[in-house]
């Protein structure tokens, strides 16, 4: 708000050592406890620079316009080469440094995902194969105990007629058989044998 005659004047006026009017453009903006704000806007930019810029602006756009003179009259004096432009151009420098870093993180995370999806394919092979082999194996066990259970009996036993039964009783049986069908044959060999005189 503009200073009366009864309050001190605003930063701009008591800079430049006139008096605040009421109708002072500084007054709503430059506050008397901030004099080192229009000081710095009025040597980067002048007075009456500043002045002309804010009689042509809406009275809703003067406060940014301020703010922004006054930041950039900050940032000149501090950097006189490149003003608040090397602050803009390191701000999107890192802006761009962000992005690269955002996008390798992202291709990163694509091949860890890529990865784990091959695995877990792998994986689900590997149990796949060692099902089938385990079905394979059971099925060659059942093929084997079945072609021995169906086994001819004349076959199996060489035609000796062998009870019918327990398979594992019949087995003694017909190696009993065997044995006493060999015996004479073994006893005959020997009754049979000849002695060869040496001379």
Do not use: W
Not at 50 to 55: E, I, P
Request: charged share 20%.
């Amino acid at each position: 708000m503009a200073s009366s005659s009864t309050n001190s004047p605003c930063a701009a006026c008591k800079f430049l050592r006139r008096k605040c009017q009421p109708e002072c453009v500084f007054a709503p903006y430059f506050p008397p406890d901030q004099p080192q704000k229009f000081a710095n806007v009025h040597k980067v930019f002048g007075a009456s620079n500043v002045t002309k810029l804010l009689n042509e602006l809406h009275p809703s756009q003067r406060e940014d316009a301020v703010n922004s003179l006054a930041y950039e009259a900050d940032m000149r004096l501090r950097d006189p080469v490149y003003g608040c432009v090397g602050v803009i151009s390191l701000l999107q420098h890192q802006l761009r440094q962000l992005q690269i870093d955002l996008s390798c993180a992202k291709s990163e995370l694509s091949k860890y995902q890529s990865l784990g999806i091959l695995a877990a394919t792998h994986q689900s092979l590997g149990i796949n194969l060692l099902a089938g082999a385990a079905d394979g194996t059971a099925t060659a066990v059942r093929d084997h105990y079945h072609h021995h259970q169906f086994f001819p009996r004349e076959q199996m036993f060489g035609g000796l007629d062998v009870p019918a039964g327990n398979n594992y009783d019949g087995g003694i049986l017909a190696i009993g058989q065997i044995t006493q069908f060999q015996q004479p044959r073994a006893a005959a060999g020997d009754d049979g044998r000849r002695t060869v005189d040496p001379s």
